[in-house]
């Protein structure tokens, strides 16, 4: 099973009004701007995983909380 990271609202509401690109690592929480929308499994440059998702994605993927 995959981790689920929390996702705010203030972050869904910007990847999806154009305003940001953010993303996440699910591995170790690290945030992450400049994401693609349906980054999956990019490399995290905080802890090396290849664990960082868009926001939009961990929301299909249903990996937000």
Request: hydrophobic share 35%.
């Amino acid at each position: 099973m995959q981790k689920r990271v929390t996702c705010t609202v203030e972050e869904v509401e910007a990847a999806m009004f154009g305003l940001s690109s953010p993303g996440r690592c699910i591995e170790c929480g690290a945030d992450h701007d400049g994401v693609e929308p349906d980054a999956h499994e990019y490399e995290c440059e905080e802890c090396g995983a290849m664990a960082v998702y868009g926001i939009e994605e961990m929301l299909i993927m249903g990996l937000c909380e």
